[in-house]
C-alpha cells in the first residue's frame, strides 16, 4: 500500500519519533528572546575557528554532536546525517560532519533544508531503512553575507524588507521508535517562482512556495484548516508573513491567525535592529530545534506544521537576470 | 563662505546617490559607475569644472569629481601628446589616487580581519 | 496568481526606505567630508603646493583615513548612518577597495587580496577608463 497521498504528500505509517534535538547560535541569536531555550550560545562569531567558514561547520559539528550526546547514543549508532546550509557546495553541512564518518547526504534547499532534511530522513526511517537519522541545518551571518552580499566591512544601508541571517544550527535525531514528538506527515514542495527578483526582498519570493505548499497539505492529507494548533514558516519575515496571510486567505484559508514565522520569533524586530527578521537554514532549524520541540513535548502545543522556506536563487543567476525560485517543504509533528 | 559651498554642494551630490539607492535598488558598485561616468561626461563637455570652481571640493571629492579629473586629465594629455594622450591621460589623471587606495588596502587586509556587523 | 499581480500584493506590502530621513542624513555627512576636505584644501594651498598637488594631498588623505576606518572595522557602521553620504565621496571608493581585500584575505595573498580587492572599485576604474577615452577622442577631433 503507498504512503503517498494526493499531489504530493506522505503520511507516515509507523511516525517516526524525534528522541533528542539540539540548537546552537551565535551571539546576536543569545541576546533575542529565544534565549534560554538555546543549548548553547557562543559568545564568539567565528567559534574558535579562523574563517566564517570553518566557523559555520565547527556550529554544525557541535549541535549535530550535542544532539546525539543528549540522546545518549553515540555518533556511531546514526546511520544517516542529512544536512544542508547556504554556502557554496554545502561547505558548512560538508566540513562540519567531516570527523563524524557516518553516511551523509549533503542537502540544498536554501533556507528550506531542515524541511527537506526531516521529510527525507522521516522516509528513510518509515521506508524501514535506518533506525536513526540526525537532521541538520546551520547558517551564518557573516559565511551569508560574504556568499550573497558584500564584504562585512563595505559601508552599505540594509533596505527595511532585508532579512537577518541568523548564525545557528539546529538539528534533531529522528528515531524509529521512543518517546517524543512524531513527525505524521510530509508534503515536498515544488519551485514556485512568481518572477520576484529583488534580494532584499526574499521574503516575498518565497511566499507563493509557502502558499502552494500549505495548501497542498490540507488538500492532499484531507484535514480541516484548524487541524495544528500552529503552522509554522521558515524566514518568510515580517513583510513576507503579511503577505502569506493575505494569498491564504484569498484561497480560502481559514485558520491564519494561526500560521507564524520563525524569523519573528527568533529576533526582536523591535529592539534588534534585524529590519523585516531572521532568515537563514539556521533560523528555523535552530528555532524548531529548541522553542518547538519544547512546546511539543510539554503539550502546549499538541500539532504543529514545520513549513521552511528557501529562496533557490544563486549569485550568478541574479546577475544574469534571473527571477528568485521559492520552495518550502511542509513537516507535521505532533506532540 | 568655500566651505560652506563645499558642504552643501557635497552633500548635494550625495543626496542624488541616497535617493539612487532608496528608489532604484541600484548596488553600491553600479552608483560608483554612474557617478564616475557622469562626471567623466560632464568634466568632457567643461561643465564640471565650472562647478568645481563654485563648490570646490564638494564637487571634486564625491565621485563625479573623479570622472571630471579623468576627462581633464585625457584632456590635457592630448593637447600635449596628441592621440597618444588618448590612452595615457585617463590613467596618469587616477594614479595617484588609485596607488594609494590599492597601497594601503593592501596593508588594511595584511593588519585586520572582518568582524560582525551591528 | 499572476506574476503581475503578485508584484503588486508586495508592493502594497512591502515598506519604502525612508528616502527623505536617509536623504537628510547623506546630506550632513557627505557634506562634512566634503567641508572638511576643503578645510585642508586651503591649507595645502596657502602653504604653497600648485593646485593640483593640493587637491591629490587631499584626496590621499581622505583614502588613507577612510581605509584606516575600515580596518578599525569603524566605516561601516558609520556608512549604516550615512549612505550615501559616505559611499559617494573619494572615502567611499577607498572603503570599496578595502574592504572586499579584508574579507577575503583567507583565499590567499594573490587570489583572495590582490584578486578581490577590486571586485566593487574595479569597474569605476574600467568605467572611468573607458569613458576618459572616449572623451579625450572625441576632443582630439573637435578641439
Keep these: 500500500m503507498t504512503k503517498h497521498f494526493g499531489d504530493a504528500s506522505v503520511k507516515f505509517e509507523n511516525p517516526p519519533v524525534i528522541i533528542s534535538a539540539a540548537a546552537i547560535v551565535g551571539p546576536k541569536e543569545g541576546e533575542g528572546p529565544l534565549a534560554a531555550l538555546f543549548d548553547k550560545i557562543s559568545d564568539d562569531i567565528l567559534f574558535g575557528k579562523d574563517t566564517w567558514e570553518q566557523a559555520e561547520s565547527e556550529l554544525m559539528r557541535q549541535t549535530v554532536e550535542l544532539c546525539v550526546q543528549k540522546s545518549g547514543l553515540s555518533a556511531g549508532d546514526v546511520q544517516y546525517i542529512l544536512a544542508g546550509d547556504l554556502l557554496n557546495q554545502n561547505s558548512g553541512s560538508i566540513y562540519g560532519a567531516r570527523s563524524f564518518e557516518r553516511p551523509f547526504f549533503g542537502l540544498f534547499g536554501a533556507c528550506s533544508a531542515m524541511g527537506m532534511a526531516m521529510s527525507l530522513g522521516s522516509m528513510l526511517i518509515d521506508g524501514g531503512f535506518a533506525n536513526y537519522v540526525v537532521a541538520s541545518a546551520s547558517s551564518h551571518f557573516c559565511g551569508a553575507e560574504k556568499t550573497f552580499r558584500f564584504p562585512l566591512e563595505l559601508g552599505t544601508q540594509r533596505a527595511p524588507t532585508a532579512s537577518w541571517t541568523v548564525t545557528g544550527d539546529g538539528a534533531v535525531l529522528i528515531s524509529a521508535t521512543g518517546r517524543g514528538p512524531k513527525i505524521t506527515a510530509a508534503t515536498t514542495g515544488a519551485i514556485v517562482d512568481l518572477g520576484q527578483k529583488d534580494v532584499n526582498n526574499m521574503g516575498a519570493a518565497m511566499v507563493p512556495a509557502a502558499a502552494d505548499v500549505i495548501a497542498k497539505h490540507f488538500r492532499d492529507l484531507n484535514l480541516p484548516h484548524d487541524y495544528y494548533d500552529v503552522i509554522a514558516t521558515g524566514d518568510l519575515g515580517m513583510y513576507g508573513l503579511k503577505l502569506l496571510k493575505q494569498m491564504l486567505s484569498q484561497d480560502g484559508f481559514t485558520a491564519v491567525e494561526r500560521v507564524n514565522d520563525c524569523g519573528l520569533l527568533i529576533f526582536d524586530t523591535q529592539k534588534q535592529d534585524v529590519h523585516a527578521g531572521g532568515s537563514g537554514c539556521g533560523c528555523s532549524a535552530s528555532v524548531f530545534a529548541s522553542y518547538f520541540i519544547k512546546k511539543l513535548r510539554d503539550g502546549e502545543i499538541k500539532r504543529m506544521l514545520f513549513v521552511p522556506t528557501g529562496a533557490l536563487h544563486s549569485v550568478v543567476t541574479i546577475q544574469q537576470g534571473e527571477t528568485i525560485p521559492g520552495i518550502a517543504h511542509a513537516v507535521a509533528v505532533e506532540g | ?118 | 496568481m499572476t506574476a503581475k499581480n503578485f508584484e503588486k500584493m508586495v508592493k502594497e506590502a512591502s515598506p519604502k526606505s525612508a528616502v527623505f530621513l536617509n536623504s537628510v542624513k547623506a546630506f550632513l555627512v557627505g557634506g562634512a567630508i566634503c567641508a572638511v576636505a576643503q578645510v585642508l584644501y586651503n591649507r595645502f594651498e596657502a602653504m604653497g603646493f600648485a593646485k593640483d598637488d593640493a587637491g591629490l594631498i587631499v584626496a590621499a588623505i581622505l583614502i588613507v583615513s577612510a581605509i584606516l576606518l575600515t580596518a578599525l572595522r569603524v566605516y561601516d557602521r558609520i556608512a549604516k548612518f550615512a549612505g550615501a553620504g559616505t559611499i559617494v565621496p573619494i572615502t567611499g571608493f577607498a572603503n570599496a577597495i578595502a574592504a572586499p581585500a579584508i574579507e577575503h584575505k583567507n583565499e590567499g595573498l594573490v587570489l583572495g587580496v590582490g584578486a578581490k580587492m577590486f571586485v566593487i572599485a574595479g569597474p569605476v576604474i574600467v568605467y572611468g577608463t573607458v569613458a576618459s577615452v572616449i572623451v579625450g577622442l572625441i576632443y582630439y577631433f573637435v578641439r
Excluded: H
Aim: aromatic fraction near 10%; include cysteine; charged fraction near 10%.
Design chain 2, 1 to 118: 563662505m568655500d566651505i560652506f559651498w563645499a558642504f552643501v554642494i557635497g552633500g548635494a551630490i550625495c543626496v542624488i546617490g541616497q535617493i539612487l539607492i532608496d528608489l532604484t535598488k541600484l548596488t553600491p558598485a553600479r552608483i560608483l559607475v554612474f557617478f564616475v561616468v557622469a562626471g567623466c561626461i560632464l568634466g568632457g563637455l567643461g561643465i564640471y569644472d565650472r562647478l568645481v570652481d563654485f563648490a570646490g571640493a564638494g564637487a571634486s571629492v564625491p565621485l563625479p569629481g573623479f570622472g571630471n579629473l579623468l576627462a581633464r586629465g585625457v584632456m590635457r594629455a592630448v593637447d600635449e601628446r596628441g592621440l597618444i594622450g588618448v590612452v595615457t591621460g585617463g590613467f596618469t589623471a587616477m594614479a595617484g589616487g588609485v596607488t594609494v587606495a590599492v597601497v594601503f588596502g593592501y596593508f588594511a587586509a595584511l593588519v585586520s580581519s572582518p568582524g560582525m556587523k551591528e
